[in-house]
């Protein structure tokens, strides 16, 4: 999805991941930053959902990336009610190829954002991220192996009451193998059953095989962690 998409989409954000992988996070990914002090690049912040985890796990500084607008909007409005936090947490505005921090940080922490990046894009994506790991750094993500997806028609992934509307969700996978699926997101506000707003979106979903990150990520070696996060240790 591109980021013009992800700011159409923002006012489903929170409902949708909040319903979603969001609970789960809040629980295993505390204990893995367990004995960080110093600080903590994020990959993908969102609306700071997750943001929000790292900040009351750990006390050092944190760099936000999220490359939407609309995501960052409300991001830093989340911040502005954490004072505390809001001086720790510094926002940026870009792609994660193009991070270049001033010191390297203990820690990099990217959930739900594997999945967008093609092979090619990805061994970019971990030498950047090396690049930001001072040694002995930890680089963690969420990963589960799941079942090749199975093309069929839409169905409603999510619905919200918000006052008088009604904030659905509805995906649909277009073609799927192995390598990468393709789906097709519907986003609608509803009154009484009437479209107030819709937004579409297509986007390709890759999902590598363990056996994949490991040849791909070289340099690191990888740790226990909770299952549904994969932890790996720069050398």
Known sequence: MNHDAYTRTAPFYDLWHEDGHVPEIRRILPPVLEGVTGGVLEIGAGTGLITLVIGDTVAGEIYALEPSLGMRASLLSR?????????????????????????????????????????????????????QLAPGGRLIFNWRQRPVAVPGEPEVMGSYQVGRHTYEVRGQVLSADETVSRSRFTYRVLQHGVVVSEDVTEGDSYRPSLAELEAELTGFTREEAPEGLLVWRKS
């Open 79 to 131: 911040l502005s009610d954490r004072p505390g936090l809001r001086e720790r947490v510094t926002v940026l505005p870009y792609g994660a190829h193009d991070v270049d921090l001033d010191e390297p940080v203990e820690a990099v922490v990217m959930i739900s954002v594997l999945y967008g990046f093609a092979p090619a894009e990805r061994e970019k994506l971990w030498d950047t991220l090396a690049r």
